[in-house]
């Protein structure tokens, strides 16, 4: 499913991820905040998305509350459809096709 010319890219504003592009999705084990769950790729379907907030973990297991804006994403192992939270207080690594997305991110 992916093939062709792809380009790894560090986005620090999350609603400059496009239609898709492939983000590897990971979450903070609530019992170890240091330890990372992976869930896979996941291919962003459309360009639209929805504000909200994430619920996250700091160093010190404490919960805190961050904006976040969600898109309609496929998991690529599973091909399970869901909308995936990019929480606005990181970068997010994609991988994104050559002439994909218009105004690309350095």
């Known amino acids: ?37 992976d869930l896979g790729d996941w291919l962003v379907m459309e360009p639209a998305y929805i504000c909200g907030n994430y619920i996250g973990v700091d160093a010190e297991g404490r919960a805190y509350d961050v904006a976040a804006i969600h898109r309609h994403c496929r998991s690529l192992a599973t091909e399970r459809d869901e909308w995936v939270a990019f929480p606005m207080d990181r970068p997010v690594a994609v991988r994104r096709r050559s002439g994909m997305c218009p105004a690309t991110p350095e």
């Open 1 to 37: 499913m992916i093939d062709g010319m792809w380009h790894q890219l560090t986005i620090h504003d999350p609603r400059d991820v496009c239609e898709g592009d492939v983000v590897r999705r990971a979450v903070q084990d609530y019992l170890s905040p240091e330890r990372l769950i």
